[in-house]
């Protein structure tokens, strides 16, 4: 947490969730034409060690397919989301905080999404009007809760490699072109991300640390120490501090 504020830029791939479906599971989905591409843009802030919230952006495609056996269709939509979400992380959380190479974190928010959904024949590859199932629902704007989780990769105090996985769920049954059974579509998007962290804040007082005794004496089989500090009351209470205590002997 060296610095407060981050910003990633990720691509990943979308797989549908819905009525237009190539299964009845998520693996039934990892097919040529059920896997789109998306572009997503994140600004987060670290508010404590454990949490954090975050301003992002997607824009994506989705499509999907629903064999001959079934209702011979498939289906393909343009969407563009906004999401203001939390993360948590679970490393963190159970481990305490260090600067670590690895961070678990899991993720929630809630967002608007906005998308035009078309659905088309297998056979002809005509668009489907269907009144009340498949209509022309152009530019359509509705909630989502994106649930999830993912991992960080640190290189540096600056620079991280993201790994994020999460279910869009949408309030709302349009998102495929297709209304039918639950009232609810959603979409997978898994990505793999780049950020960047900036705006360090400005460095606290320095706690003054007192040891006794100051040279250390082996009695028995213990060293024994004690170290006494202060945190100055102009310290920030959300702040982290960090210290490696070292052992001299002689110039060693």
């Given at each position: 947490?060296?610095?407060?504020?981050?910003?990633?830029?990720?691509?990943?791939?979308?797989?549908?969730?819905?009525?237009?479906?190539?299964?009845?599971?998520?693996?039934?989905?990892?097919?040529?034409?059920?896997?789109?591409?998306?572009?997503?843009?994140?600004?987060?802030?670290?508010?404590?060690?454990?949490?954090?919230?975050y301003?992002?952006?997607l824009?994506?495609?989705?499509?999907?397919?629903?064999?001959?056996?079934?209702?011979?269709?498939?289906?393909?939509?343009?969407?563009?989301?906004?999401?203001?979400?939390?993360?948590?992380?679970?490393?963190?959380?159970?481990?305490?905080?260090?600067?670590?190479?690895?961070?678990?974190?899991?993720?929630?928010?809630?967002?608007?999404?906005?998308?035009?959904?078309?659905v088309?024949?297998?056979?002809?590859d005509?668009?489907?009007i269907?009144?009340?199932?498949?209509?022309?629902?152009?530019?359509?704007?509705?909630?989502?809760?994106?649930?999830?989780?993912?991992?960080?990769?640190?290189?540096?105090?600056?620079?991280?490699?993201?790994?994020?996985?999460?279910?869009?769920?949408?309030?709302?049954?349009?998102?495929?072109?297709?209304?039918?059974?639950?009232?609810?579509?959603?979409?997978?998007?898994?990505?793999?991300?780049?950020?960047?962290?900036?705006?360090?804040?400005?460095?606290g007082?320095?706690?003054?640390?007192?040891?006794?005794?100051?040279?250390?004496?082996?009695?028995?089989?213990?060293?024994?120490?004690?170290?006494?500090?202060?945190?100055?009351?102009?310290?920030?209470?959300?702040?982290?501090?960090?210290?490696?205590?070292?052992?001299?002997?002689?110039?060693?």
């Amino acid at each position: 947490l060296y610095y407060q504020w981050y910003l990633n830029a990720n691509v990943g791939m979308t797989q549908a969730y819905g009525d237009i479906l190539a299964g009845n599971w998520h693996g039934d989905m990892l097919q040529g034409e059920s896997i789109q591409t998306g572009l997503g843009l994140k600004l987060g802030k670290h508010v404590s060690p454990v949490f954090g919230i975050y301003g992002s952006f997607l824009g994506a495609n989705l499509s999907g397919i629903s064999g001959k056996d079934t209702k011979n269709l498939r289906f393909q939509t343009n969407l563009m989301e906004g999401i203001l979400g939390v993360n948590m992380s679970l490393s963190n959380l159970i481990f305490g905080y260090k600067p670590r190479l690895l961070n678990f974190y899991l993720t929630s928010g809630i967002g608007l999404i906005n998308f035009t959904p078309a659905v088309y024949n297998l056979d002809t590859d005509d668009r489907v009007i269907i009144p009340g199932k498949a209509e022309e629902w152009d530019n359509t704007t509705e909630a989502l809760v994106p649930v999830g989780g993912g991992l960080d990769f640190r290189i540096n105090n600056r620079w991280d490699i993201n790994l994020e996985t999460t279910l869009r769920l949408v309030d709302g049954d349009k998102l495929d072109g297709y209304v039918s059974g639950e009232n609810t579509d959603g979409f997978f998007y898994t990505s793999v991300g780049v950020g960047y962290s900036f705006w360090r804040p400005k460095a606290g007082s320095k706690m003054q640390i007192e040891t006794e005794s100051a040279v250390l004496a082996l009695h028995g089989d213990t060293i024994p120490i004690e170290i006494k500090g202060s945190v100055p009351d102009s310290n920030d209470i959300r702040a982290v501090v960090d210290f490696s205590p070292v052992l001299m002997y002689g110039d060693q």
